[in-house]
Every structure is written in C-alpha cells, then in structure tokens.
C-alpha cells in the first residue's frame, strides 16, 4: 500500500506569504517548528498572519518529515503539538484505523525505506524529497497487532538506548573526576 492511502500528507506553509504585515487585534499567533528549537530544547520563534494556518499546526501523533537531507521524523506529543509547520517539512497524519504512527515513523527511519526514498531525491546542491514522490512510497502491508508487537518493542530500545547514554554520560564524568584529582595531587 502507498503512503497516501493509509495518511494524509501535506507540506507546510510557505510563511512568507502568510506573514501579517502589521500586527493587530485580527492577527494569529503561531509558534513555528524549527529542528534546532527542538533537538536543543529552546524556544520557538513566533510568527503572525492576518489568516487562521490551523491546517498547518501539528496535532498529537502527527509525524513530522523534514524534506531535506539528511530526513527526519518526529513523532508529535505534548512537546511539539500546536506548532506551526513551514514548507521545509510535510505532516503525515496516520489514518490510526489502518496503521500506527510510531510504526510508520520506524518504517520511514528504516533502511527500506532509506533505499525507496534515495530513488525519489531531487536537487544536486540542496537534495530534497518532493511530498508528491513522498505520497506514493510503499508502506508494508503489517497488520495492526503486528504494528503494535513492533512498536513497543522499539519504544523498549529507544528507552535503553537513553539509559545506556545516561550511563555513559555517568562514567565519563566519574572517570574525569578521577583523573582530575590525579592531577591537582588529590584536591579537587
């Protein structure tokens, strides 16, 4: 089956020409996603537009693709619901009758889907994925339960793979501790 025949996929807005010209009692506020806001934790900017972009703002358990090399996917929860998604990405809206969106968002991280995406990729400078190429890659066909078994075995590895990280994180800093009290003749 073909993405668009199990989610609904649309590119953001283009904000320029959205963008309010003045400010008002009439203008919506939005705050607009951004990959640096989200992988380093800060916050949004904000943007005004004389119309309602709701169509444009992220819901929960929608997934959000980034059209440009190297892609990413983020699965919208509480953190980055209610922003506003501009023309450097597309929103997959699951059809959560006919698959689930964490088992999309690992098959379009996987490397089958690395394989049919390469195959779509334009551009020689700036290498995208047009959303109409988008639409039309093949999904496997799993059944729901299966859907389910995987995803929560991936949610299981996502959660080891961050305390195996904490840990690291841990040691490394035991362990310059140690050789920093070497250092300065025991003292700290």
Known sequence: MKLEDI???????????K?????GIKTNKYKVFNIRCYEE???YDDFYSMENLGEYVTQKGDLIFRLS????IILVDEKTEGLLINNLYCIIRCN???I???????FLESKEASRQLETIIIGTAVKSIPVAKL???EIPNVSFKEQEKISKLISNWNKQKELYNQMIIEKDNYYN????????????
């Open 41 to 43: 934790n800060i916050e």
């Open 7 to 17: 989610a609904n996929v649309y590119i953001g807005v283009v904000l320029k020409r």
């Open 19 to 23: 963008e309010a010209v003045y400010k």
């Open 100 to 106: 689930k969106n964490e088992f999309l968002k690992w």
């Open 69 to 72: 090399l190297p892609s990413k």
């Open 96 to 98: 959560n009758k006919k």
């Open 177 to 188: 501790s140690i050789v920093n009290k070497v250092l300065n003749g025991g003292k700290k």
């Open 135 to 137: 639409r039309l890659i």
